[in-house]
């Protein structure tokens, strides 16, 4: 695959410090993983108001957490692809690297990444609705499964409507603001807050590049779009850094 580099993003590679990296779902379609807006995606199929809001779990758990077993499935079944890897790579290649991603699959992790902002939460990690114990149990005796407490478990994912883990929105802004470099791969752009992360990145001076197989709510704000698959165009960075820097692959 051949990708052409502007002359400003070859000085923004060669000079960028400090990278933030921010994911959505794309990154993981060429796993396996379904993204939600796209032709096949999960919103298309399934009503998000009865699936992924605190009322819906409340009101029905046990089709709540049918849903989330079968998304459990799929995810247990993949792998990181190897935009996954590209981007645990590039953390040493940087002096200051940040992952975050709206994903809750967990695959940043599977593919070396070791500290991943998890905007979202983690579909693997059962959070309690009353004493707010986390666990990654997955084997349940009852749907839906209790706590030692006796209170209900949930999965531990962000639902419409529901704030995001303070800890990880607040640094996000604050590495979004700080970065010389902000990619955003997959993500449609449409979800907030997340979605604010590299228009905060632009008005603080970070070159903004964007990934996607098509044009997205961001693409008028960023400095460079490649269009195509982030598992073929993330690698062909990673190789044009090592290059830049003399690095051997
Ligand atoms: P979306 O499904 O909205 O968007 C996925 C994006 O990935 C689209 O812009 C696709 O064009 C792009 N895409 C698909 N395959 C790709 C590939 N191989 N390489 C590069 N790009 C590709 O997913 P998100 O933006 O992540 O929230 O959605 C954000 C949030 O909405 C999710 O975290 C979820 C959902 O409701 C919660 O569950 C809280």
Not at 25 to 44: H, Q, Y
Not at 159 to 169: K, R, S, V
Not at 189 to 212: D, M, R, Y
Request: aromatic share 10%; glycine share 8%; proline share 5%.
């Amino acid at each position: 695959m051949a990708i052409d580099f502007s002359e400003r993003f070859e000085r923004v590679l060669a000079d960028a410090k400090t990278v933030v990296v921010s994911t959505g779902a794309g990154i993981s379609a060429e796993s396996g993983v379904p993204t939600f807006r796209g032709e096949d995606g999960l919103w298309k199929k399934f009503r998000a108001e009865e699936l992924a809001t605190f009322e819906a779990f409340q009101a029905n758990p046990r089709i709540v957490w049918e849903w989330y077993s079968y998304r459990r499935e799929i995810i247990n079944k993949i792998k990181p692809n190897p935009g996954h890897y590209a981007v645990a790579e590039m953390a040493g290649l940087f002096d200051n690297f940040h992952i975050i991603t709206q994903n809750v699959d967990g695959l940043h992790k599977l593919a070396g990444s070791e500290d991943v902002v998890e905007l979202h939460g983690n579909i693997k990690r059962n959070l309690c609705v009353d004493c707010g114990k986390m666990n990654y149990d997955e084997e349940f005796e009852a749907i839906p499964p209790l706590c030692s407490c006796g209170g209900r478990l949930r999965p531990d994912v962000v639902w419409f409507g529901e704030m995001l883990p303070a800890g990880a929105i607040e640094r996000a802004f604050k590495v979004s603001k700080s970065c010389d470099l902000l990619f955003t791969v997959g993500t449609s752009g449409i979800v907030q807050p997340a979605a604010s992360l590299p228009p905060t990145a632009k008005q603080h001076g970070a070159f903004v590049v964007e990934i996607n197989i098509e044009p997205t709510e961001l693409t008028f704000i960023v400095d460079q779009h490649f269009r195509g698959n982030s598992g073929e165009i993330l690698p062909f960075i990673v190789r044009k850094i090592k290059e830049i820097r003399g690095i051997k692959s």
